[in-house]
């Protein structure tokens, strides 16, 4: 149990990050169409500190986490 307590933190919020994000582009591309405004010589509105899945469906979101959360504690329990 320490060892969960220690180990599955740092792994489950880069973890969780990443695996939002990835989940998010799958479903609206917001990703890309914040990357393609970045691009855009003629925009000026840039925000450069966007995250891009605090937007995301809220259903999606807890759905991940859990899934994320779930295999995180079933790999530690198995090694």
């Known amino acids: 149990m320490i060892l969960l307590a220690c180990h599955v933190p740092y792994v489950f919020f880069l973890g969780k990050e990443g ?4 989940v998010d582009e799958i479903m609206t591309k917001s990703m890309s169409k914040s990357l393609q405004k970045r691009l855009d010589p003629d925009n000026q509105d840039v925000d450069s500190e966007v995250i891009v ?6 259903i999606a979101y807890v759905i991940t986490t859990l ?3 779930a295999l995180c504690i079933l790999v530690a329990c198995l090694t």
């Open 19 to 22: 695996a939002c994000v990835v």
């Open 53 to 58: 899945y605090h937007n995301m469906n809220q």
């Open 67 to 69: 899934v994320l959360y």
